[in-house]
């Protein structure tokens, strides 16, 4: 049997075709005041894009936003060290340069990433748990649009298609995530395919419908006050106070 390997062009069709804004609302606005005034997850200090060497390719051929990131201190030297050998670091020119047909995949899905069961099926989008603190589109999941879910499960089943590392790294990342959550004991929150919020139960694994009251948000967004003294500790500022507080949308 031949083997398929995803290539340049199949990303250029999921660009295509994955465009979609991920909410109505400049998320980009909540987080900044806590990261010296820029996004959360376009600085490598937080978030390190990792794209598949095909995806970098295309990138290269069509922009010159990217370059190979190169790792500042030891715990980036482990993460870089650590990818597999189909991928690679690498980091854009920052938030004022941003070319939005130049986005990675990962730009685009950030902070979801596809959800994997333990029976295989991947049943919608689950949020990037480690930024739960900063990222306020993880306490406001259930804004994020429908043609973005739409849009972000049909990239990922395309790549699945071509890249079966992919589906294996989303699997392993599914068996990760139910571990956590169930040393937490929370219920792991998931974007459904047709947009509905949905928990799974992370020891039975039972999938059930689930409402924001099942999340609690955390971090920086737990509370208004919360709010304010995580940009406080941050050295961030605060505009005039807008009408239902800093966190409402
Ligand atoms: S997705 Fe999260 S981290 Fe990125 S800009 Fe929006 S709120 Fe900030
Ligand atoms: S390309 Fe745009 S969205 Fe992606 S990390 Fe850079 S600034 Fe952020």
Request: proline share 4%; charged share 30%.
């Given at each position: 049997m031949s083997k398929i390997r995803i290539a340049p062009e199949h990303f250029g069709a999921v660009y295509e075709q994955f465009n979609?804004?991920?909410?109505?609302?400049?998320c980009g606005r909540k987080c900044a005041p806590l990261n010296d005034g820029q996004p959360?997850?376009?600085?490598t200090g937080n978030a390190i894009p990792v794209v598949h060497k095909a995806e970098f390719a295309l990138l290269k051929s069509r922009s010159e936003l990217w370059s190979r990131y190169r790792a500042t201190d030891a715990t980036s030297r482990k993460i870089v060290e650590e990818l597999p050998s189909s991928t690679c670091a690498i980091e854009c020119k920052g938030a004022a340069f941003c070319e939005r047909d130049n986005r990675t995949i990962a730009c685009r899905a950030f902070p979801f990433y596809p959800y994997v069961t333990?029976?295989?099926?991947?049943i919608g989008l689950s949020v990037y748990w480690t930024f739960e603190d900063r990222c306020w589109m993880i306490a406001?999941?259930?804004?994020?649009?429908p043609a973005f879910v739409k849009e972000m499960v049909a990239a990922f089943e395309k790549i699945f298609a071509f890249d079966p590392e992919e589906w294996e790294t989303m699997l392993s990342h599914g068996a990760s995530t139910r571990r956590v959550y169930s040393r937490w004991n929370r219920p792991i929150p998931v974007i459904g395919r047709n947009g509905e919020l949905l928990k799974v139960?992370?020891?039975?694994?039972e999938l059930r419908p689930a409402t924001m009251a099942d999340f609690k948000p955390r971090g920086a967004y737990a509370s208004e006050a919360a709010y304010k003294r995580a940009v406080k500790k941050a050295g961030g500022t605060l505009g005039p106070e807008p009408k239902g507080g800093y966190l409402a949308p």
């Open positions: 979609a804004s991920i909410s109505k609302f400049d959360v997850c376009c600085t333990a029976k295989g099926e991947f406001r999941m259930d804004l994020a649009e139960m992370p020891r039975t694994h």
